[in-house]
Structure formats: structure tokens, C-alpha cells
């Protein structure tokens, strides 16, 4: 059983989107920038009594994490479904970002999403099946976060072209549009917004959803 790879395994969405695959049985890479993060979650993973697999990557350099994705095939196998979670979340306001830090957020938000997409998709359309869920958000931009809000609308766009370049060969490409600040305890609790992603991974095709909103 190949599992699940989560991009961006960070103490909130992350983990706790890899805690629900574990529950299902299912073995969890995770990729973050961090030793340490990754650890503490293959620490709380492992305790479900499925492996987990730490591995350390910055989603803006594409031989890092191309290498991190082949570590995780190697050990695992390739991927019944990949998350990308990594984004910069920042307020900045029109003109106020010099043009490096637009492009160094843009190469987290979307192009690494790219990298993971053209980098385990095509093992996927071989095989006739797979998910690939990108977290989303900003349903309606706001000119107080500009970066991310473009990153978000590049976000749906990828996921579009995924979707029309994999779809039809048995991948459910998707996006988890988060519209609010995740906190526990709140109406965006993590553990709640997990339950998409494992929703979206097990829906019959023919009932796929492109886009879910909480």
C-alpha cells in the first residue's frame, strides 16, 4: 500500500491531514522545511501504528524536493495521493512587495505545487488512478494580501489544467479552498478541514469534486 505524500506537513492543515490517512491505514510521507516539524509529526503518525516518513525539502527548490519525492516513491511506493499544503502567508498591500519577494512567494504558493504535480501525476495516469489535492484559499481576493492572493488564483488554475490533463486518465485532481484562519477549536479546525482531503480521495468518479469550500 503506496499511502499518502503531504507537502508542507506543518502542525496544522498538514498534520493533520496526514493523521487522517494514518487512520485509515494508510503509510504518510511528509515533506516540510524543517527537520523538526516533520519529526514531531511522524512522531505523533507513528503512534497510530502506520509508518511515517520525515523528509526535508524547500518546496521552492525543484531538485531538493523532486529528490525528497523520489525518496518518498523509493520507500513507499509511488503515491495513492499527494497533498500540496506548503503556501507564505503574509499581508501586503499593492506595490509594496519588491518584485524578488513576489517571485520567491509565487515559487512556494504555485510553481511547487507544479513540481509535485509534474513530478508524481504521470506514475498516477499510468496506473489509472490517484488524488492530488492542492490547499487553496482567498475565495475572494483582498487587496491587504496581494502575493497570496495572486498565489491562491494561480492555485485554481493549476489545479484546471491538472485536472484537464490528468482527469481522464483516472487522477482526481482538486483543490481544499480554506476561507479563514485555521485554528483548533474554531469553525476551521484543522482535524474538520482534514476530512476533505479524505473525502476527495475516496469519491467515485463520477461523483469528483474540483474544488471544495470551508
Do not use: C
Not at 509529526?41 to 523532486?66: C, F, H, K, N, Q
Not at 485555521?182 to 479524505?198: K, L, Q, R, S
Amino acid at each position: 500500500m503506496a499511502g499518502a505524500l503531504i507537502i508542507g506537513a506543518g502542525t496544522g492543515i498538514g498534520q493533520a491531514v496526514a493523521r487522517r490517512f494514518a487512520r485509515e491505514g494508510l503509510p504518510v510521507a511528509l515533506i516540510a522545511r524543517t527537520e523538526e516539524t516533520v519529526a514531531a509529526g511522524a512522531e505523533s503518525i507513528g503512534s497510530l501504528g502506520v509508518r511515517a516518513l520525515p523528509l526535508t525539502a524547500d518546496v521552492a527548490d525543484e531538485a531538493a524536493l523532486r529528490t525528497a519525492l523520489d525518496t518518498a516513491a523509493v520507500e513507499l511506493g509511488e503515491p495513492d495521493a499527494v497533498v500540496y499544503n506548503a503556501a507564505v502567508i503574509r499581508p501586503d498591500t499593492v506595490g509594496e512587495l519588491p518584485l524578488r519577494d513576489h517571485l520567491d512567494t509565487y515559487a512556494v504558493n504555485v510553481l511547487g505545487a507544479l513540481t509535485a504535480a509534474a513530478h508524481t501525476l504521470p506514475a498516477m495516469a499510468r496506473r489509472g488512478r490517484g488524488t492530488f489535492v492542492v490547499t487553496g484559499g482567498m475565495p475572494e481576493m483582498k487587496p491587504q494580501y496581494v502575493s497570496l492572493s495572486l498565489g491562491k488564483a494561480g492555485v485554481r488554475a493549476l489545479v484546471e489544467l491538472l485536472d484537464t490533463e490528468y482527469g481522464p486518465s483516472g487522477v482526481h485532481v482538486a483543490t481544499v479552498t480554506v476561507s479563514g484562519v485555521v485554528a483548533p477549536g474554531t469553525a476551521y479546525d484543522p482535524d474538520d478541514i482534514a476530512e476533505h482531503y479524505w473525502r476527495l480521495h475516496t469519491q467515485p468518479r463520477g461523483q469528483w469534486e474540483r474544488e471544495v469550500l470551508h
